[in-house]
């Protein structure tokens, strides 16, 4: 076992029955020139979490640790697109629609895919979702079971949407979830504060937050 220093207190995880999830780290997201930036984001902000989850999974890969990456999108023809998530927005930059890096947030096109510094190793599983939630209409709950893992320690973006809701899912669920703070990046500076007071608010009532180097300490 293994303890670190965390909001609202000391984290344990067993590294045997832990697993990284890196979220939606996808160019459509975090491309200057891609769709994010397109709808007036500053990819920036989460930009600045590349460096430090490269470091992350390198001392994870090290280490031995479960690593798994999931990415937001959908199938060519939208089927599993729900009309009430299709219908937003602008609709020339809608979900399917032409974007900078192919069709916007579709499957196979370039945008969907992981950035390159990001990339997953082989054999690292990839959980395609079409949700916001990791575990909504994928197969990542039986994968984590059949894994045997108990503790998720959760990266990516955004911080306040898919980070949030994979939490919260997989809190209810019952997972200790520790969130690494520098690896979890929000377009908007006030949803990256909030997003990870509220983690670990009352208690932890969805679970911990700490930083990479932190972590990478307990790890070794
Ligand atoms: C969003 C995500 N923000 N991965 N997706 O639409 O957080």
């Known amino acids: ?80 697109c729900p009309p009430a998530k299709l219908n937003r927005g602008d609709p020339g930059m809608r979900i399917g629609a032409p974007g900078p890096m192919g069709r916007i947030l579709i499957r196979g096109e370039y945008g969907h895919d992981i950035i390159d510094e990001l990339a997953p190793a082989p054999g690292e599983p990839v959980v395609d979702k079409p949700g916001k939630g990791a575990f909504y209409a994928t197969g990542l709950g039986e994968l984590l079971t059949s894994l045997g893992v108990r503790s998720l320690v959760v990266t990516g973006v955004t911080t306040e949407v898919c980070v949030h809701t994979t939490v919260r899912e997989a809190n209810d669920r019952g997972y200790e979830c520790l969130v690494l703070s520098d690896c979890v990046g929000s377009y908007f500076p006030e949803f990256q504060e909030t997003g990870l007071k509220m983690i670990a608010a009352q208690g932890g009532i969805f679970g911990w937050v700490a930083d990479s180097p932190t972590f990478i300490a307990a790890l070794q």
């Open 1 to 80: 076992m293994a303890t670190l220093e965390a909001l609202p207190g000391p984290f344990t995880f067993d590294p045997a029955t832990t697993a990284l999830l890196v979220i939606d780290m996808q160019r459509d997201f975090m491309e200057p020139g891609g769709f994010g930036e397109t709808l007036g984001n500053d990819v920036s902000q989460l930009r600045r979490t590349i460096a430090p989850t490269a470091a992350l999974l390198a001392a994870c890969r090290a280490a031995g640790l479960t690593i798994i990456h999931t990415r937001e999108g959908h199938l060519p023809d939208l089927s599993d």
